[in-house]
């Protein structure tokens, strides 16, 4: 059971780039997370997704944007990368609210922009 | 606007030994999670605490959630090396409609067990 799903694991970009950062997983869970973790902080909720076809922002959304077309896919575009977006970031999953279970994060995808 | 603070946040300890590292939340939740981070990787769950006075424990970890309080613990009895990590607590947002989830995470306790 591979669970979350984070692809690239590392990446570097230049200044204006765009690139998107891909999440998926196999568990049926309706309720997809993208964080970020700068250095020495917790994580911070960029967007959120409660089911295919449903987004709302989080915490810190602007400069970035998701879609979610699938139950199992939540990918995380970045348009025009900036250097306050280098950061860890982070997918999470969980099933429905009502079940008391906790998220369950991906590995991350570790992103300079240069 | 919720607030999770940790404290401490860097803890150095002796092995054998026991602490308590707390977690204070602004405004009104009932549920709590405890996670744990070692560097470079990933989050992994350790408690879920959902009502007043809930109390978890596995092996020498015990989580405990006082909602009245806004306060949550985290006992470490007899620490070992292993328990060396990064630990987390995150409180749900209760939203108007429903919660859906949306985690504030506290900074986090870096906790070094020494020999």
């Known amino acids: 059971n591979a669970g979350v799903t984070q692809t690239p694991k590392f990446r570097i970009l230049k200044i204006g780039q765009s690139m998107t950062l891909q999440c998926t997983q196999d568990m049926n869970h309706n309720y997809m997370y993208w964080y970020r973790q700068d250095p020495g902080m917790g994580l911070k909720l960029i967007y959120y997704?409660?089911?295919?076809?449903?987004?709302d922002k989080g915490e810190v959304p602007n400069g970035y944007n998701v879609s979610r077309s699938t139950t199992e896919d939540f990918p995380l575009r970045l348009e025009l990368a900036a250097p306050s977006q280098t950061s860890v970031y982070f997918c999470?999953?969980?099933?429905?609210?009502?079940?008391?279970?906790?998220?369950?994060f991906g590995d991350g995808t570790r992103l300079s922009i240069l | 606007e919720l607030k999770v603070e940790q404290n401490p946040l860097f803890l150095s300890m002796q092995e054998g030994k026991n602490y308590t590292i707390y977690c204070n939340y602004s405004?009104?939740?009932?549920?709590l999670y405890w996670y744990r981070q070692d560097p470079g990787k990933s989050l992994e769950s350790l408690f879920v605490l959902l009502s007043n006075g809930a109390v978890k424990q596995e092996g020498r970890l015990m989580a405990s959630l006082d909602t009245k309080a806004r306060l949550s613990t985290l006992h470490i009895t007899a620490a070992v090396h292993d328990l060396s990590a990064t630990y987390f607590c995150a409180v749900e947002m209760e939203r108007v409609g429903g919660s859906q989830g949306n985690l504030i995470f506290g900074k986090g306790t870096k906790l070094s067990v020494k020999p």
């Open positions: 405004t009104t939740s009932d549920r």
């Open positions: 997704s409660v089911g295919a076809g449903i987004t």
């Open positions: 999470a999953s969980s099933y429905l609210i009502s079940s008391n279970q906790p998220q369950h």
